[in-house]
């Protein structure tokens, strides 16, 4: 490996105790490799355990077994290292959308002007500025997930996680809003993890693609797609030749029931 | 800088509202939104006259016994002397006094307690049962041993509607904070957010509409709770008022004070009300916002 990894997981198992006391593994032995300023995608059925593998990155869960290290240093707990993104926005109804975006940056105890400068910076350079007072009930639904992702990207983490946030959004919206947040990772050189069910935005965004087994989960396959960084665009990258090729390979490797009887 | 912008743009969008405003279609819909409103008025004032009307035609013309129901006239001579001897200034204003010192007191000590019951889990498990046991008291049951461990005076009823708003504070202040979206305070700790931080930043704000809405019950609440002190034993006090007029079978003094304590229990909530709106600004812009979009 001649490339450090932002993220590496390593034999990583987790399993939870239901009500009636009997031991649920929800996943079974993840081992995955994601290099500096690469966008993979995780895929898998639902209810694989994809959040909760999120939630593990993210420090927010502890695995069972096994370890993680983020930038070579093991993570115990969440201080800040990886930025998320959610299907919900999770804006602060209360706070406008200044407030919102400094979220962050108060929390680390950064001084009330310098927070200030910082956000409306970003909200510059995003063309969110005008917006700056108002409250997130005033705004639409991909305005509100630009908003969610520059308050994440203002804290600087090397990582963002993405759990589906383009899911809420109407279809239109979600092919611009995947174009427009990839390119924003690139500029900013972040390493990207995207979650999601849909092959084909997960085509359309990613360098690799890990397909998960249904539960509990392992790595099924990888694949390198490559697409939108040959292009530069996750619009262009739909229309390449083996895009459907691609697609059609994803999808008989997931394991998806369909309401057959049987 | 950031002002500059929101303010330039606010402005230019209220002037484009205000150019629509004076359009044709704009004035029409507006004439017929206020002749609406006066209808309503008017009905509402029309039925207010007919009843007294009647009331007064039925006392004079022997149908009902004025004694025992009073006349709309006598309660007008009554409240009329009752008004310029002071008395009943005093008496408002006592009630009033007890209700809003004790709803403060109580509301203030019952939200902040269900608040910080968010910090343990475990703190809140051992005292859910007191607090659920409490609750179902009726809380003018206490108001015997109140009065005579703090005396018939204003302060028993301070502590008789600080008491009773406690409870329903604490209950609805403890509830809002487990609506808490847990996503939200993921949020805040993949920012490495400290427990205090995530309490004050997201767990009070989050909570406030859930207290704000507790307190326009513990008003009424508390209105309740002083006036039945009253009733049980005082010097002044509205509820003092209409105990010692009904005894006397002075009718038209008990409806004056009746009719008082409607006024007193409206001037509250409006009160209230206010309270909400200056307390929760993102609500309010909602609310006028949504219909337009």
């Known amino acids: 490996m001649l490339t450090t990894s932002a993220i590496s997981v390593s034999n990583v198992t987790k399993s939870f105790v239901n009500a009636e006391g009997q031991e649920i593994a929800v996943l079974n032995d993840i081992t995955m490799d994601i290099q500096e300023r690469e966008f993979v995608s ?86 969110l500025e005008a917006f700056a007072g108002a409250y997130p009930s005033t705004l639409s639904g991909g305005m509100r997930q630009r908003v969610a992702l520059i308050r994440t990207l203002v804290t600087q983490p090397d990582i963002i996680l993405l759990d589906e946030p383009f899911s809420a959004l109407d279809y239109q919206t979600r092919l611009v809003l995947e174009d427009e947040i990839l390119s924003i990772l690139r500029d900013e050189g972040k390493t990207g993890v995207l979650i999601t069910h849909d092959i084909e935005e997960a085509i359309s965004v990613s360098d690799r693609i890990f397909v998960m087994s249904k539960r509990p989960t392992y790595v099924k396959k990888t694949y390198d797609i490559g697409l939108s960084a040959h292009y530069g665009s996750a619009m262009k990258a739909r229309s390449d030749v083996r895009f459907k090729g691609f697609f059609e390979d994803i999808w008989s490797e997931l394991d998806i029931q369909m309401g057959r009887v049987g | 800088m950031a002002n500059t912008t929101t303010t330039g743009n606010t402005s230019v969008a209220s002037a484009h509202v205000a150019a629509k405003g004076k359009s044709e279609f704009v004035r029409k819909r507006q004439a017929a939104a206020v002749k609406a409103w006066l209808m309503v008025v008017f009905w509402r004032l029309a039925i207010i006259g007919a009843v007294l009307g009647i009331w007064e035609a039925l006392v004079r013309g022997g149908a009902i016994n004025a004694f025992l129901l009073g006349s709309p006239s006598a309660i007008a001579k009554m409240a009329v002397s009752m008004i310029s001897s002071g008395q009943l200034m005093e008496d408002a204003y006592a009630t009033v006094r007890a209700t809003v010192t004790g709803f403060g007191i109580g509301s203030a000590i019952g939200s902040l307690a269900g608040l910080l019951l968010w910090f343990s889990r475990t703190v809140s498990r051992i005292i859910d049962p007191f607090v659920v046991a409490l609750n179902g008291v009726p809380k003018i049951a206490l108001a015997p041993m109140i009065i005579i461990w703090f005396g018939s005076g204003i302060f028993s009823k301070i502590v008789l509607a600080a008491v009773s708003t406690f409870i329903v504070a604490l209950l609805s202040a403890y509830q809002a904070t487990h609506q808490i979206d847990d996503s939200q305070v993921n949020l805040m700790k993949s920012f490495g957010a400290s427990k205090m931080q995530i309490f004050s930043k997201i767990i009070v704000p989050s909570s406030l509409p859930w207290i704000i809405s507790a307190f326009r019950i513990n008003i009424g609440l508390a209105l309740v709770s002083v006036v039945g002190g009253e009733f049980i034993s005082s010097d002044k006090g509205l509820g003092h008022m209409i105990f010692v007029e009904g005894n006397l079978f002075n009718l038209p003094a008990v409806w004056v004070g009746v009719f008082t304590l409607m006024i007193v229990a409206a001037v509250l909530y409006a009160g209230v009300s206010m309270l909400e709106s200056r307390l929760l600004p993102w609500s309010e812009g909602k609310s006028s916002k949504s219909p337009s979009v």
Request: glycine content about 14%.
């Open chain 1, 42 to 127: 995780i895929v898998g059925p639902s209810g694989c355990g994809k959040s909760t593998i999120f939630n593990i990155i993210a420090g927010l869960l502890q695995p069972t077994s096994g370890s993680i290290t983020v930038g070579g240093a093991d993570i115990k707990q969440s201080t800040g290292h990886v930025g998320y993104m959610m299907q919900r926005d999770l804006l602060l109804p209360w706070r406008s959308i200044l407030d919102n975006v400094m979220l962050g940056l108060e929390v680390k105890g950064i001084g009330k002007k310098e927070r200030r400068d910082i956000a409306m910076s970003y909200l510059e350079r995003y063309h």
